[in-house]
């Protein structure tokens, strides 16, 4: 395997290694041949999305908290990339405990960059957010045109955007923040009370229970698989253009799908699993509070400087996804 030209003999640091996202890129890195560091406290991430890896010789987990930063320390050492995912997402859980969001997401993120830099790795590419669009009105989302934040979680991740660009300019650093839209695919969380909308109601279909809209449905995401995201972020570590780095990117499709389209969708795949999941009804309320109503991305400037390529669109990505939940969590 040869994962878009990137070296097998690099060092990466995978941060929230454990995660949704964090996980996917550790198992496509080892299957490349890479030696892998994975750095989380499992705040969110689980030790069974990294089990299968732990057999790996070239795999190192270490528990330990981006808040800390001797723990970020010890993670850089002898590396040559990092992939920093740790962070503690969703808008409503930063409307309940902003504090919280912003030691992880804005000390933690800090933390992190002053090791790297101590460590003096290649480059650092780091999730950023969608949500740092706000309340601008432009569809699709460019790059360069953003609004206000409507959340402390939106606000975190701007902050990065900015801490990031700082240490490119004053450290000579190599950034590239990835503003991740609505990312969905094997091994996200479908439990708790900040689980993404994809796995909630693919878990309530599959158990004959209404998935709760917020709002009438209309409002729409730009659903983007997590195939798409790995590929971004390892053209990301590996493009050699010299105007592709210390700049933010949109990850996504460039494709937007309101969430009662994307409820039609689900269905018609489960079904082929189960009849009875066609029948069941949606159930609405009231709009959530920081929620954006449309989102959609141009993928354009990707596309240009790093040849960000998606393979999967929404249809495709949610057969391979209803696939794996319902293999795995059924």
Known sequence: MNLYNLNPKYRILV?????FIGSNLCESLLANGNTVVCLDNFATGKKSNVTPFLSNKKFTLIDGDIRNLSDCHKACEKVDYVLHQAALGS??????DPITSNDVNVTGFLN???AARDAKVKRFVYAASSSTYGDSKNMPKIEDVIGKPLSPYAITKYVNELYA???SKTYGLETIGLRYFNVFGRRQDPAGAYAAVIPKFVMQLMNHESPHVNGDGS??????????????NIKSLVTNNTLAVNTVYNVAYGKRT????LLDLLKEYLTEFDLKIGSVKTTYGPIRKGDVPHSLASIEKAKELVGYNPEYNIREGLREAVQWYWNNLK
């Open 219 to 232: 409002f729409s995401r730009d659903f983007t698989y997590i195939d798409n995201v790995i590929q971004m």
């Open 165 to 167: 660009d700082v240490f």
């Open 91 to 96: 808008v409503p859980r930063s409307m309940n």
């Open 112 to 114: 992190m960059l002053v």
């Open 258 to 261: 309101s969430l009662n389209e």
């Open 15 to 19: 941060t929230g290694g454990a995660g």
